[in-house]
């Protein structure tokens, strides 16, 4: 399911572009919801002691892909609008 980056919150499975690949990650925050773009810290496990925490950003009318907790399906989807 697909929703606005403005609709994100915390502890959402979203998919990013992280550590060098397209992957599902947790969102720890929401560091800074300015105007022009969304600003998140997340992490790639869903256990936050077994990983790295990581900032991305998106522009606020973005389409970011929301994954259901303990889905592990491959991650091959188009971000549009995404900044990192």
């Not at 403005?6 to 959402?12: L, T």
């Not at 990581?54 to 995404?82: C, M, P, W, Y």
Request: proline share 1%; net charge neutral.
């Amino acid at each position: 399911m697909k929703i606005q980056a403005v609709e994100i919150q915390s502890g959402d499975r979203i998919v990013a572009y992280c550590n060098n690949k397209m992957q599902v990650c947790t969102v720890k925050h929401i560091i800074d919801p300015t105007l022009s773009n969304i600003t998140l810290s997340v992490s790639t496990s869903e256990h936050s002691r077994n990983s790295i925490s990581r900032v991305v950003r998106f522009q606020r009318d973005a389409l970011v892909e929301l994954q259901a907790k303990g889905s592990n399906q491959d991650v091959a989807t188009d971000l549009s609008g995404e900044q990192s």
